[in-house]
């Protein structure tokens, strides 16, 4: 899904089977963020990662059963944050009426 400031790559795990890396990692889901270097320097990518972080916490992640990838753009640390938010908080709505609401707004729901 992608937004202005943020592509957000979704990867639905498996619900109910066994994997491996649930050893490791557990039966949740789990997030990831990146700033790739080619974007800004360590300041830059810093920042980015910290607002990321900040606007998934906001919508309520990370969520069981799915595999998020936050990748940020060059324009992310250069609106204010309450545009990101939304703009991320409108594909999140726009990912949960496509999966059947497990993906939701007010944060994680069973699938």
């Known amino acids: 899904m992608k937004t202005p400031y943020v592509t957000l790559i979704v990867g639905e795990r498996r619900c109910g089977k066994p994997r491996?890396?649930?050893e490791q990692h557990g039966p949740g889901?789990?997030?990831?963020?990146?700033?790739g270097k080619k974007l800004g320097n360590a300041v830059w990518r810093n920042q980015a990662k910290r607002?990321?972080?900040?606007?998934?916490h906001e919508l309520g992640g990370p969520w069981p059963d799915f595999?998020?990838?936050?990748?940020?753009k060059s324009s992310l640390c250069q609106v204010p944050y309450g545009k990101v938010l939304?703009?991320?908080g409108d594909a999140?709505?726009?990912?949960?009426s496509g999966k059947e609401g497990?993906?939701?707004?007010?944060g994680p729901r069973s699938c």
């Open 20 to 22: 491996g890396d649930e």
């Open 51 to 56: 607002r990321m972080r900040a606007v998934c």
């Open 29 to 35: 889901g789990r997030v990831a963020f990146i700033a």
């Open 102 to 106: 497990c993906f939701g707004e007010k």
């Open 67 to 72: 595999d998020v990838i936050f990748l940020a």
């Open 86 to 88: 939304q703009a991320c």
């Open 92 to 96: 999140t709505r726009r990912l949960s």
